[in-house]
């Protein structure tokens, strides 16, 4: 399908081209914003979101003075996602989450922290295929092996895997390289990481399942995956066709920039 586009000039000359639906970070101290031309709103004060069918002149919006993208790092959390996926009964496809945030962001590396079967283990060959998935698509993998630990009481060997000081660790010493750091967990033992972003000037943005997230990550900038589900659930099956990927662009882009600007 054809869409119309419009094209948007700013007062310093710049030049920006964008389709009807696409939200900017709109000023509302100067006039009403129409509310069927609102997108979403901003956790701002006196702006929202607003398409760019709606913008007026002498509309103030927020637009990147060097039209550089904000460079972020990706520290995503197995365990965490695998217990979400259990619990909920569907997978996030970490490559489609990792291309979503390529549009807005400017991905400077992607991190996925596991921890490994033992090669007796009937699970090491599929984690082992995993792995080499995950390394074609450009994404690092930080394992470490799965401890076993023989349980009396019941007679069998209990699994655990343990990434977090890994990970809290690679996020506090890759902060000062990268403007925003997406950690794709709902364990509430990273909520301290905030307090370090702070004290640096830098944004973390927790992803997870909205009823896997700790109320202490609620607190902070944070997505919702089940808000964007339809768009990066794992279905080999799927392909997004053009037109349907832009409409995704266009309905979930706000949920991550206003988690960000």
């Known amino acids: ?10 007062a310093s000359g710049k030049t920006i081209r964008t389709t009807a639906n696409h939200p900017y970070l709109d000023k509302t101290d100067k006039r009403e914003i129409d509310i069927n031309q609102i997108a979403e709103a901003s956790a701002m004060p006196n702006a929202v979101w607003t398409k760019a069918a709606g913008l007026l002149p002498g509309d103030e919006i927020a637009v990147a003075s060097t039209g550089e993208k904000k460079k972020v790092g990706i520290f995503i959390d ?17 490559k489609k989450l990792i291309d979503l945030l390529a549009v807005d962001f400017e991905i400077s590396f992607a991190n996925y922290y596991m921890s490994l079967p033992d090669k007796k283990d009937s699970a090491y ?18 394992a470490k092996p799965l401890k076993y630990i023989y349980d009396p009481e019941n007679g069998r060997y209990l699994k655990k895997g343990n990434i977090d000081v890994d990970l809290s660790l ?17 364990d509430s033992d990273f909520g301290i990481l905030s307090k370090k972003a702070l004290k640096m000037k830098k944004n973390i943005v927790f992803v997870g ?25 794992f279905d ?9 990927e832009g409409q995704a662009l266009e309905k979930t882009r706000v949920t991550l920039l206003n988690s960000v600007y």
Do not use: C
């Open 236 to 244: 080999k099956n799927k392909i997004l066709q053009p037109e349907a």
């Open 125 to 142: 060959q599929n984690s082992l295929k995993f792995i080499r998935k995950l390394k074609q698509q450009g994404i690092n993998v930080i």
């Open 170 to 186: 690679d996020v506090t010493e890759t902060l000062s390289k990268v403007d925003v750091a997406f950690v794709v967990s709902g």
């Open 78 to 94: 197995d365990a965490n996602l695998f217990y979400g996926y259990k619990r909920y009964g569907w997978r996030v496809d970490i």
């Open 1 to 10: 399908a054809v869409k119309p586009i419009y094209k948007i000039t700013t």
């Open 209 to 233: 399942y909205e009823k896997n997230m700790a109320w202490e990550l609620r607190r902070r900038y944070h997505i919702n995956l089940d808000k964007i589900r339809e768009f990066i659930e």
